[in-house]
């Protein structure tokens, strides 16, 4: 589904990720972690092209990323994205969040839009909220609107961009709830997080990384069980000790 | 002081006996206004146009966006007036400049003080304009172009209705500086309400009353301005967001 081949990118000097290959399978749920600054979020934000790079490739679906030729919005509008600061639109409404980008991108008629738009956040337990305002909503509300509002595009996978970072700890497990749910019905996902305990419940594989490299792809269990490398087994000493 | 207040000169039928010193007021008033308006008008599309233009990734047209606020913002406004009515009627096209030295007077005036003010006004309402994208959460434009939305209706669609939300307070003080950017035109003889101030002065040799009438219609204009503003920034509040509820 998605796969990364020696991508590379450099802002000036400055090297933010070195030769990154790995590949996720339909179905997968993979877990990037590592210390801040290491390239997670670049990492995640090449594969629908948020971030350029400068070598290597990243196809999504058959579909290189990097191509000039390819048309960035529309692969976009199948690969869903949430962001830590759940990026709402915050002058529309929840509903009209939900519903916006299915009518002007995939020319949906708006009365099917809306209808798919309830639904959804039905399925997130936020119906009551559809006429509210963003700012309206707490974090985790937030968060699962963003969520529901990714899935209303119908994608053929998730990116997922430390989604419980910014949220107060009561709030973290409604946000990973859903993500769980969605990982359970086989939806591909490549998620950035610190939670470990949802990295050991849900994914099929770790992925580990350090100073812009891949140190570590593996499978969850053998991460957790026996990191390789050095700088894996202090991570997770040190984030597991709490 | 010696002076002798007599407001009822206001009410004397004029010198030139086309109506009363009020009347010559109200004709300035109306100037003011439509000339103000008009350049308001042309300032908010071109200014959005161009303070959109300097935050697109193109470098060409961010960088002639810039040139563009540079020219009309570091001009002085009475130097632009000269240029435009003094100046580019001779370097025109033969024909255009002769059409323009031949038109009424009246147009020929309102016409410069309307490019004047517009082009001037433009170039600050671009900057309040780039400056409410720029304040935008960074996140805001990623989560757009996320979801599949072209760069043109990520702007469209999520970040100028943000942006324009957050620059109505300072396009508030642009649009009331217009009104009283537009007493410099009369220094080429549009007979705004600043130039009527001066005739009724020279006319009725009542200074006092000419100018403190002059004076309140200026700001009978900005109250008007700052009530509708106002009534502007609270249609377009968003619910819990930047104190709305």
């Given at each position: 589904?998605?796969?990364?081949?020696?991508?590379?990118?450099?802002?000036?000097?400055?090297?933010?990720?070195?030769?990154?290959?790995?590949?996720?399978?339909?179905?997968?749920?993979?877990?990037?972690?590592?210390?801040?600054?290491?390239?997670?979020?670049?990492?995640?934000?090449?594969?629908?092209?948020?971030?350029?790079?400068?070598?290597?490739?990243?196809t999504?679906?058959?579909?290189s990323?990097?191509?000039?030729?390819?048309?960035?919005?529309?692969?976009?509008a199948?690969?869903?994205?949430?962001?830590?600061?759940?990026?709402?639109?915050?002058?529309?409404?929840?509903?009209?969040?939900?519903?916006?980008?299915?009518?002007?991108?995939?020319?949906?008629?708006?009365?099917?839009?809306?209808?798919?738009?309830?639904?959804?956040?039905?399925r997130?337990?936020?119906?009551?909220?559809?006429?509210?305002?963003?700012?309206?909503?707490?974090?985790?509300?937030?968060?699962?609107?963003?969520?529901?509002?990714?899935?209303a595009?119908?994608?053929?996978?998730?990116?997922?961009?430390?989604?419980?970072?910014?949220?107060?700890?009561?709030?973290?497990?409604?946000?990973?709830?859903?993500?769980?749910?969605?990982?359970?019905?086989?939806?591909?996902?490549?998620?950035?997080?610190?939670?470990?305990?949802?990295?050991k419940?849900?994914?099929?594989?770790?992925?580990?990384?350090?100073?812009g490299?891949?140190?570590?792809?593996d499978?969850?269990?053998?991460?957790?069980a026996?990191?390789?490398?050095?700088?894996?087994?202090?991570?997770?000493?040190?984030?597991?000790?709490? | 002081?010696?002076?002798s207040?007599?407001?009822?000169?206001?009410?004397?039928?004029?010198?030139?006996?086309?109506?009363t010193?009020?009347?010559?007021?109200?004709?300035?008033?109306?100037?003011?206004?439509?000339?103000?308006?008009?350049?308001?008008?042309?300032?908010?599309?071109?200014?959005?146009?161009?303070?959109?233009?300097?935050?697109?990734?193109?470098?060409?047209?961010?960088?002639l966006?810039?040139?563009?606020?540079?020219?009309?913002?570091?001009?002085?406004?009475?130097?632009?007036l000269?240029?435009?009515?003094?100046?580019?009627?001779?370097?025109?096209?033969?024909?255009?400049?002769?059409?323009?030295?031949?038109?009424?007077?009246?147009?020929?005036?309102?016409?410069?003080?309307?490019?004047?003010?517009?082009?001037?006004?433009?170039?600050?309402?671009?900057?309040?304009?780039?400056?409410?994208?720029?304040?935008?959460?960074?996140?805001?434009?990623?989560?757009?172009?996320?979801?599949?939305f072209?760069?043109?209706?990520?702007?469209?669609?999520?970040?100028?209705?943000?942006?324009?939300?957050?620059?109505?307070?300072?396009?508030?003080?642009?649009?009331?500086?217009?009104?009283?950017?537009?007493?410099?035109?009369?220094?080429?003889?549009?007979?705004?309400?600043?130039?009527?101030?001066?005739?009724?002065?020279?006319?009725?040799?009542?200074?006092?009353?000419?100018?403190?009438?002059?004076?309140?219609?200026?700001?009978?204009?900005?109250?008007?301005?700052?009530?509708?503003?106002?009534?502007?920034?609270?249609?377009?509040?968003?619910?819990?967001?930047?104190?709305?509820h």
């Open positions: 589904m998605i796969t990364m081949n020696k991508v590379s990118k450099h802002y000036g000097a400055f090297q933010v990720l070195t030769d990154c290959t790995t590949h996720v399978a339909k179905g997968e749920v993979v877990v990037v972690c590592g210390p801040s600054g290491s390239g997670k979020s670049t990492l995640i934000k090449c594969v629908n092209g948020l971030e350029p790079f400068q070598s290597g490739e990243v999504v679906n058959g579909i990323v990097g191509d000039p030729r390819t048309d960035l919005p529309k692969l976009r199948h690969v869903g994205m949430v962001f830590q600061n759940f990026e709402l639109f915050p002058h529309m409404t929840i509903v009209d969040n939900l519903t916006v980008a299915q009518v002007k991108v995939l020319g949906r008629d708006p009365a099917e839009a809306q209808d798919k738009g309830m639904a959804l956040l039905d997130v337990g936020l119906k009551v909220q559809a006429l509210k305002y963003p700012g309206q909503l707490s974090g985790g509300q937030q968060q699962r609107v963003a969520i529901a509002r990714a899935l595009m119908d994608p053929i996978c998730m990116l997922f961009d430390e989604p419980t970072s910014a949220l107060d700890p009561e709030m973290i497990n409604e946000v990973l709830d859903v993500m769980s749910e969605l990982a359970q019905e086989g939806m591909t996902m490549m998620c950035v997080t610190h939670e470990m305990g949802f990295a419940r849900v994914a099929s594989r770790v992925i580990f990384m350090d100073q490299r891949i140190v570590e792809d499978s969850k269990d053998a991460f957790f026996n990191p390789r490398s050095d700088r894996a087994q202090q991570f997770l000493a040190k984030i597991l000790q709490h | 002081m010696g002076y207040w007599n407001w009822d000169v206001l009410l004397q039928p004029s010198a030139t006996g086309d109506g010193y009020l009347g010559w007021m109200f004709y300035g008033f109306k100037m003011t206004i439509g000339l103000s308006l008009s350049a308001w008008l042309m300032a908010l599309i071109l200014g959005a146009l161009v303070g959109v233009l300097r935050t697109v990734p193109n470098k060409a047209l961010s960088g966006a810039a040139a563009y606020v540079e020219l009309f913002r570091n001009i002085p406004l009475l130097v632009q000269f240029i435009w009515y003094f100046v580019l009627p001779e370097l025109a096209p033969a024909a255009l400049g002769d059409a323009f030295k031949q038109s009424n007077p009246i147009v020929q005036q309102f016409v410069s003080a309307l490019l004047c003010l517009g082009f001037f006004t433009s170039a600050r309402v671009a900057e309040q304009v780039r400056s409410g994208i720029n304040s935008l959460p960074r996140g805001q434009k990623n989560a757009a172009l996320a979801i599949g072209t760069l043109a209706q990520a702007y469209r669609y999520v970040m100028l209705p943000m942006a324009f939300r957050l620059v109505v307070p300072p396009l508030t003080s642009e649009f009331l500086n217009i009104f009283k950017n537009s007493a410099v035109c009369s220094t080429i003889g549009l007979l705004e309400l600043a130039a009527e101030g001066r005739q009724l002065v020279d006319y009725t040799a009542q200074p006092y009353e000419s100018f403190i009438a002059v004076t309140l219609a200026y700001v009978l204009i900005n109250v008007v301005v700052m009530f509708a503003m106002r009534r502007v920034e609270a249609q377009v509040r968003v619910p819990g967001y930047m104190g709305g």
